[in-house]
């Protein structure tokens, strides 16, 4: 960070920490807040501060929470007989974008990636078989990516669930609303075919 004052360096070296923060945009933040009123900085850095602080995982599903249970589970209207397995708390923040999930989740908090020497004791695959002996759950909906260590672990979810009498779901994946054919990759096209439903 050639020609910056130390402080300025130092700001555009933390923010170039967070994800999809490159070198440039770093230091475009760095100037920005150098440019800010003090009162401003001290606001930005205590909201998040306390923030974090704050932040706790649902005792319930292991989403984000303020308090024991997140508002998903702590409402009663949600509790539907279906829960949606997830990656991690950003996934379960995209499905509520919707507005048309009215079922419970649990988040896994990472994926199977044998590569990795993530196995299904690194991830809460128990905390959910568990959650399955004490609620009455009709359907396991698996809403993990569809990439290999996604599609790994509903694979193995829906073969560890059979046996349970449980009623297991994938999401379906395809092609785009909007997106061409043509340009669709032969993996998004299967998925595409073998999602299809009647009309």
């Not at 997140?70 to 539907?80: D, G, I, M, Q, Y």
């Not at 509520?96 to 020497?117: A, K, Q, W």
């Amino acid at each position: 960070m050639d020609g910056q004052i130390e402080p300025i360096s130092t700001m555009a070296i933390e923010l170039g920490k967070l994800p999809g923060i490159g070198h440039k945009t770093a230091q475009r933040l760095a100037y920005h807040v150098a440019s800010m009123p003090l009162d401003s900085v001290r606001s930005l850095a205590v909201a998040l501060w306390e923030g974090r602080k704050a932040i706790r995982f649902c005792s319930v599903c292991g989403n984000y929470a303020s308090g024991d249970l997140c508002a998903v589970c702590a409402s009663p209207a949600r509790h539907n007989g279906q829960i949606c397995v997830v990656r991690d708390p950003r996934d379960v923040a995209a499905i509520e974008r919707m507005h048309d999930y009215t079922g419970l989740y649990h988040v896994l908090h990472g994926t199977l990636s044998p590569m990795n020497g993530i196995g299904p004791d690194d991830i809460h695959i128990k905390e959910l078989l568990t959650r399955l002996e004490t609620e009455e759950v009709q359907e396991i909906i698996l809403a993990t990516n569809p990439d290999v260590e996604g599609e790994a672990t509903a694979s193995y979810l829906a073969r560890t669930l059979k046996p349970l009498g449980v009623r297991c779901t994938r999401i379906a994946h395809g092609v785009p609303v909007g997106g061409d054919l043509e340009y669709t990759d032969e993996v998004t096209l299967s998925k595409a075919l073998e999602g299809r439903r009647e009309l």
